[in-house]
C-alpha cells in the first residue's frame, strides 16, 4: 500500500511539474482568473517547535542501499553546539586470495583514505591534526543493523597515526620506489613491529574471507588531536584501503591491497555534548520562541506541529509551503559553520523517522538526486543565498502539501496529527547545522503557506 501511495503521488508530482513549466501561457486569460478566483490562502496557522536530542541514527545495514556514501572522522568544539566527534570503524578485506604475502619481507604497510571534501566542516586546513589507527578487539557481524551510539572494542595500542595539516585537494607524492603523484588523500605507516605477525598466520586466512577477518576484526579510524576539523571519507574510493608494500624472493616493491567494500562492516560511531553550549538550554520540554536548532551526524531535530487546521472549514488543500530562517547568532562563526545544504521532512512511523510523501515524490521524479533542480522545484529544502543582513540569513522553502493534507484529515476524523520532523536529508553524512529563528522573531519567523479550494 505504501509503494503504490509513494507511485500515485510520485506521478502526480510529474504532473504538476509539467503544468508549472506551461502555466505561463494561461498568464493574463479568463480561465486562470476564474481558476484563481476559488483558491483560499492562509498563512496564520499556528506554528509550534521543539528542539530534542537524537539517540542515535543508522549507520550500517546489510542492505547496501541503506549504507552511508561518506564516512566522518575528527571533532570540533562549537561556539554554539557545543562538542561533537565522529570515529569510523571499518574492515579491509581480501580483494582476492592473498597468500603472496606469505614468506615476503615487509617494507611498509599504509592505511589509505580517501577525501570526501562534501563532508568538510571547522577549520581544515588551517590546524594540524592527528589521525590514529587501532586494531578492532571483536569481529562485528555483517548482517543486521548498527546505530551510531555503538563503539566496537579496540586495542588500546595503536597500530599507527600521522600528524598532518588536511590538504583535501591536493594530490599527493609518494615513493614506491619511483615518485607517483595520488588523488587527495590521508595516509596513515602502521608499526611494522605491531603488524608484522600477519605474516605468520596459517594460509587459509589468506585464501578465505571469513578466516581473514577473523584473525584481523577491521580498523577504529579516530582523530586523537585537533579540536576544530571534521573530514568526510570515500571509504569505498580505489584509493582507500590498507596496502602492504613487501619484497618476497626476486620480486622487488610489490603491493598488495586490503580494501573497504559494500560488502564489509563500516560504521561510524557519533558523541556530541551541549554542556555549557547555548544549545543547551533549547534541550527542554519548553517550545522554542527565538530559535529552534537542527544539526547532522546524531545532533539534535526539531519537530513542529501546526494547529488552527480545524478552522479551515471543508475544504481541498492545493499546496502547503513552509519557509523558515537560519542565521548565525552572536559568537557564532558562519564562515567555519555553514548551516545545512539539505534540509527535508520526516515523520515517526513507528520506531524509526521516514522522509514524508512530499520529498520521496520528489525524490522518485528527480531520480533521488536531491541536489538537483528538479528537486529543488518540486520539494526545495536546500538553503538560499545568504542575504548578509544584519543578521546574516539563509532562506529555507519546503513543500509540505502531503504532510497538511493528511493532518488534516487527521482533525477532521478526531485523529491525534504527527509531528513534523526536521533534519538534514541523509543525516549521518553531514556535520553541518542549523540555528532557524523561532516564531517570537518580528521580521523572520517561520511561515505555513496554506492554498485551498472549498468544497
Same mark, same amino acid.
Given at each position: ?48 517547535f ?13 542492505n547496501v542501499?541503506?549504507?552511508?556514501s561518506?564516512?566522518?572522522v ?10 561533537y ?20 619481507t ?21 590546524e ?15 548482517e543486521g ?8 572494542l ?9 600528524? =598532518? !595539516?588536511?590538504? &583535501?585537494?591536493? +594530490?599527493? $607524492?609518494?615513493?614506491? %620506489? ?6 587527495? /588523500? ?18 587459509v ?17 579516530v582523530?586523537t ?32 591491497q ?15 555534548? =551541549? !554542556?555549557?553550549? &547555548?544549545?543547551? +538550554?533549547? $534541550?527542554?520540554?519548553? %517550545?522554542?520562541i527565538d530559535?529552534?536548532?537542527? /544539526? ?23 499546496q ?27 515523520i ?22 536531491y ?17 548578509p ?15 497538511? /493534507? ?9 485523529e ?26 518580528p ?13
Amino acid at each position: 500500500m505504501r509503494v503504490l501511495r509513494f507511485g500515485i503521488f510520485a506521478s502526480l508530482a510529474l504532473v504538476l511539474l509539467l503544468a508549472a513549466c506551461t502555466r505561463s501561457v494561461l498568464i493574463g486569460s479568463d480561465f486562470l482568473d476564474d481558476e484563481q478566483s476559488l483558491i483560499q490562502f492562509r498563512d496564520d496557522l499556528g506554528l509550534t517547535f521543539h528542539t530534542q536530542r537524537t539517540d542515535s541514527i543508522l549507520v550500517h545495514s546489510d542492505n547496501v542501499s541503506r549504507q552511508l556514501s561518506t564516512y566522518m572522522v575528527g571533532r570540533i568544539t562549537d561556539p554554539i553546539f557545543g562538542r561533537y566527534e565522529a570515529e569510523i570503524f571499518a574492515q579491509p578485506v581480501l580483494p582476492t586470495v592473498g597468500t603472496q604475502l606469505l614468506g615476503s619481507t615487509l617494507d611498509s604497510v599504509v592505511v589509505s583514505l580517501r577525501y570526501d571534501t562534501t563532508a568538510l566542516y571547522g577549520d581544515h586546513g588551517n590546524e594540524p591534526v592527528t589521525i590514529s589507527v587501532y586494531q578492532m578487539a571483536e569481529n562485528p557481524p555483517f548482517e543486521g543493523e548498527v546505530y551510531s551510539n555503538r563503539r566496537f572494542l579496540v586495542d588500546p595500542d595503536p597500530l599507527g597515526s600521522v600528524t =598532518f !595539516t588536511p590538504r &583535501p585537494r591536493d +594530490s599527493v $607524492l609518494v615513493h614506491v %620506489p619511483d615518485t607517483v603523484k595520488l588523488v587527495p /588523500q590521508i595516509r596513515i605507516p602502521l608499526s611494522l613491529l605491531k603488524i608484522r605477525d600477519i605474516l605468520l598466520q596459517d594460509s587459509v586466512v589468506f585464501e578465505n574471507q571469513d578466516s581473514f577477518l577473523n584473525y584481523f576484526n577491521g580498523l577504529q579510524i579516530v582523530m586523537t588531536s585537533g579540536s576544530n576539523t571534521m573530514l568526510g571519507i570515500d571509504l569505498l574510493d580505489p584509493a582507500s584501503g590498507m596496502t602492504f608494500y613487501y619484497d618476497k624472493d626476486v620480486l622487488m616493491d610489490e603491493t598488495f591491497q586490503f580494501v573497504f567494500t559494500s560488502g564489509s562492516v563500516k560504521t561510524l560511531y557519533f558523541e556530541h555534548d =551541549f !554542556t555549557g553550549a &547555548p544549545i543547551e +538550554s533549547a $534541550l527542554t520540554p519548553d %517550545p522554542e520562541i527565538d530559535n529552534w536548532y537542527v /544539526q547532522g551526524m546524531a545532533g539534535p531535530t526539531t519537530t513542529l506541529s501546526v494547529s488552527g487546521l480545524e478552522g479551515l472549514g471543508n475544504i481541498a488543500i492545493n499546496q502547503a509551503e513552509l519557509e523558515f530562517y537560519a542565521t548565525f547568532p552572536e559568537g557564532d562563526m558562519g564562515n567555519l559553520y555553514p548551516p545545512c545544504p539539505y534540509l527535508a521532512t520526516q515523520i515517526n512511523a513507528d520506531t524509526a523517522l521516514v522522509l514524508t510523501n512530499d520529498v520521496v515524490a520528489a525524490l522518485e521524479v528527480a531520480t533521488n538526486n536531491y541536489a538537483s533542480e528538479t528537486f529543488k522545484r518540486l520539494f526545495g529544502g536546500s538553503a538560499g543565498e545568504p542575504d548578509p543582513g544584519p543578521p546574516v540569513v539563509f532562506k529555507y522553502t519546503m513543500i509540505v502539501t502531503d504532510y497538511i /493534507q493528511d493532518q488534516y484529515d487527521a482533525v477532521q476524523a478526531g485523529e491525534d496529527q504527527k509531528a513534523l520532523y526536521l533534519n538534514p536529508i541523509v543525516k549521518g553524512i553531514f556535520p553541518h547545522r542549523a540555528v532557524v529563528f523561532g516564531p517570537g522573531h518580528p521580521d523572520f519567523a517561520p511561515k505555513l503557506r496554506v492554498y485551498y479550494t472549498d468544497l
